[in-house]
């Protein structure tokens, strides 16, 4: 055991160190990259989700308040009619005088005609007003819900730190050869049975060398004819 088997430049090793550790190097600069990127997309997509429910709050305010305003104004416009024939009913004979009206009436100018028309166009700015609410809100809703989706994950950074720990261990192996001085030992007593590297070359970082264990005994097969048998012993 420890036999030498062959040994490499110590110059290619440090110049094939110096080249995994640029590329480790670049692999930390694009997963630090990849995180602050991350980071920000998150960032300004949790202030797009903040400002798109500010909106449909803003939104759901200034139309609940023109529905509450247009539904005030057609039952101030209901009552003022059904005042007015209320009070154009008469005591004696219980019918109606919508040509005179009493003083007692919201306005003696108007005549029934223009009190229902009154509360016709109150109708209308009313439905009008809850129409355009809902509109209003189903955008503001659809901006909402965009915002709040998300988007895909992104798995870059988990495949750059995979690569990262395998030029770790291709490094680490670089360093331990380093340590020996580029000298390549066999592991335990056996027989070359082949050689997989030629001097010169760029080892391939596989089996350059495989030996046969010699350390549990060896044995041999001899396949003879027939006519031959005569001289086994």
Known sequence: AGQLLFEVDLQDLMEKMKEKQQELYSLDLQI???AESAAFSEKSRQLILSQAQEDYNRTAARENAAVDGAQAELRQAQEAYQNFIADAVQPDSGSLNLDQPESNQP??????EELLA???EKQAAYDQAVQARDESLYQAQ??????????AKDYSVEQSRITRGQKEEEIARLQALMDVQGRVTAPSKG???EVGVKAGSTTSGGGDILLSDLSGGASLTVTFSEDMRKYIR
């Open 118 to 120: 009154a509360v016709q």
């Open 142 to 151: 659809k901006t909402l819900d965009s915002a709040n989706l998300g988007e």
């Open 107 to 112: 306005d003696s100018n108007q005549t029934a």
């Open 32 to 34: 630090q990259g990849a």
């Open 191 to 193: 027989m070359v049975t």
